[in-house]
């Protein structure tokens, strides 16, 4: 199966460094080889499953973190947020 | 030295707290260089719980199975204020300002977090090397790798680093390397372990689950974990018993399925040799065996990384460089700031899985990719609820070999990976499973064992578990650390 | 012009619950930057979702309300992409089973009370995304995550509109509807609602044409400004030859425009698949059903009734129906049968709002009680009190604990409608007015204001006005 790695690399927001770019398309296609052994399947597929249903949150409110906390791990920040390079939208 | 026997000294008063941890923390000193364990050692944090208990000890309090014993965390799992890498650049100085459900737990039974362990990054990995900060050693011999991803929770306990520890388990990533370290590991049925604060790989493969060096041990800090987390949506809602001091170390009348495809050429001669003989033994204890079929293991490894790899692509996009963790120091603009920072805080292993979530996520491929491995998913684990129909339990080799040398394996992500064989279906049917030592290969490195049993039927695994190791005199003999 | 216009609409409203939806955080607008975050709204590591089951009852009830098939299983999927407002880099929502389909709207498009069945293909949850701050003084942009995490209902329509009016009404019962059974407050300003604009053009009789959605529009006279424009743009490019194409455009309010956002070939691939951290939604027949029987008489029906029934103007209807506190206390007024519906509607659409809106009050903060209207309205139509007067006892009830009849007599406020005494003051303004009479005589019919002015200073404002306006046409024919 022929990968499209730079298309899957921007979708995934990696990019790979030319000289990688070789050796990780070998790398993928063997893996998706492997993966590919998957037989096709009768019937179809619903993750839903009803037996096991699941238990809702009560809409009570608990105190969120402050501030500071929030933003302690930030690379940067300015007046309460985190910074992000220009927007434009 | 089990925490068993700890607890009693300390209930005994025959030593301290601060006297173990202290202890412990001494032979850290010792054997960290050769090792390397740990990303973080919590020497301060440690020795102040210690205190504590012995406080708590001193007035006279009733105090857990596990306060005063020193645990080993894998470093996924959240410790708030302290480092939690992954053993990731993207993570190199992210500090939690929660706790991981597991480790508040600990922290209500007085354990003592002694440091966090090493792991694969991000746990994509199955001999602790793709760690951005050191490969950790198997203590039986360093030139070999300790297994992974849960490389440092073995090695810490195999070394005498850690009494107990925890990793967690997607595809084999306790029980692998607590074969490969000579301890015992368990992986918890899906949703008996909270896991809230484990940062996700695959969420419905991921548990959290002990290391230690006696059933009885592992027992006690499984009782401990396990339990309804009303912040884990995907957490069962059952009540659960006491586990440890209801092991009842008989086989009498335990069918135990042997399946054929576990033992066929994928698994080294020897190893099926010793796992074999380890069956004999049981059955001289009045186990019987059946012979059982798993037909569609020869898929679970595709299935397993298809399904892993579309929940981890998902799972690891929130690594953008925006509010955590790395981001790079150059870039043009947003989307580059997106590419450079992934592309520099993630390795190698990590892109791999990514870039192969998303491929069979995307437009045009989700069915003949994503689909079927669920719908193979759902095969697999009717192929095990049959098989449970005819035996009571299920025992397997833990892995295909003992533990390989650093770096053999590296250069090959398949050949890598071929290590999951005899542990992925387990994930993949949600079932839990305990890995035990059972032999001493040719090589001097230790065999493991693994017994599956049908979901929540970790008693019935701890029973098991301990007949062997009765027959065995105890699991507790640690490697001498070579000097 | 012969083209058609075909419409879709997607409308996101915020619901008013007291916690986020997948998180115990505070849901609300307005608070200082980044203070209603926790490390589940923000992605952290390791964090997890759990759905508010008020989430799941509003969106049952909304479902409910627009006739829609509710699915007592359904599932969350995550739709993945990346931006920074966007913590975990996906958005759990609902992809193929959403939790409601299949209905309709039954929607008043003109005065006269004639309505139009548009079509509702789903209602489905998802969680709203944080906002991001930009200033020209600014490099970079700042990100604001107090919104992420408030839970969303998405409400997709079926084509079925053709004409920005068609789809300013069915926005405008959307929102009525939401506020009525109260699961949104629906301050565009705030942005607690918003929509996404799908539209197409065709020849009449041709099948349905490339149809372009139009994300930004804020307000619902902006969506009328919005849809306009594009069926114009649409119908330009296919006049000049060319062709429309799948493309997502921005629009911009102030500019009167819209402008490319992206083109199919770039559009997301969002790699819905299900989400694995949370389990299936059951919600069992009985719930669904009490659900439903909990609804109110909803707006567009009240509206049809008020015109039928009352027999008032659409105009009126409309805006009693407006929320469901002013309907009903009108209702209330209407049911102690004392006075004429239609008094009742003008007092409430007239003197009383305006009060309301000086004070920015709503009728349940003031003293004001059905009764107490109504009983002054009926002094006023049995002519105890003039109108006038009703405009004081008004402000004294609304204000006070008094009654009308109270307050009327605090100050004195009973008209004098007796035709003796008035007589006497009518006389007396004739005779000091001849160059009125005059006027009056010659043709100038409207001095008899000034007249009746006169007399009611004279009377200290108690002449009852048409009984003055009838003496003093009496008087003056008589010489």
Redesign the interface.
Known sequence: MQIDIQHIAKLSRLSIEKEKVEKFQKEMENIVAMCEKLPPMDGDYTSVDPSNPMQLRQDEIRPSLKRDQLLQNAPQTQAGCVVVPKVVE | MTAASLSEKLRKKECSAVEITRSVLEQIEKTEDKIGSFVTVCEEQALKKAEEVDRKIAAGEALSSLAGIPIGVKDNICTKDVLTTCSSKMLYNFVPPYDATVVSRLKQADAVIIGKCNMDEFAMGSSCETSYFKKTKNPWDPAYVPGGSSGGSAACVSAGEAVLSLGSDTGGSIRLPASYCGVVGLKPTYGSVSRYGLVAFASSLDQIGPLGRSVEDVANLYEVICGRDPMDATSAAREYGAFAQKINRSVKGLRIGIPKEYFGDGVEPEIKAAVLESVDRLVKEGAQTVSISLPSTDYALSAYYIISSAEASSNLARFDGVKYGYRAKDFTNLIDMYEKTRSEGFGDEVKRRIMLGTFVLSSGFYDAYYKRAKQMQQKIAQEYAEAFSQCDIILTPTSPSTAFRMGERTDDPLKMYAADICTVTVNIAGLPAISVPCATASNGLPVGMQMIGPKFSEQMLFDAAGCFENICGGFGVAPSVKA | MNYEMTIGLEVHAELN???KIYC???NAFGA????????IC?????????????V?EYAVKMGHALNCKINP???QD?K?Y?Y?DL????QISQFD?PLCENGYLDVMVDEKGNTKRIGVTRIHIEEDAGK???DES????????NRCGVPLIEIVSEPDMHSSAEAKAYLETIKSILQYIDISDCKMQEGSIRCDINVSVCRPGEPMGTRCEMK?VNTFSGAVRAIEYEAKRQIEVLEAGGEIHQETR?WDDAKGQNFLLRSKEDSH?Y????E???????IDEEKIQRLKEELPELPNKKLKRYMESYGLPHFDANLLTENPDKAAFFESCVEKENCKTKNISNWLLGDVSRILNEKNLVLADTSLTPEKLTDMIALIEKGTISVTAGKTVLEQIIFSDKTPEQVVEEKGLAQISDTGALSAIVKSILDANPKSIADYKGGKTNVIGFLIGQCMRQSKGQGNPAVLKDLIEKQIKEG
């Open positions: 619950t007291a916690t115990s955080c505070k200082e930057v980044n203070s209603n975050c926790c490390p923000t992605g952290m590591p390791g964090t997890l979702p759990t759905l508010n089951e008020k799941v299983v359904s599932k995550r993945n990346f920074p913590p975990k880099a996906y089973i991001l701050l930009h600014f490099a970079g942009s700042l990100v604001d995550f930004n921005r691939d790699r819905y698949f299900p694995p951290d949370l389990l299936t939604i059951v």
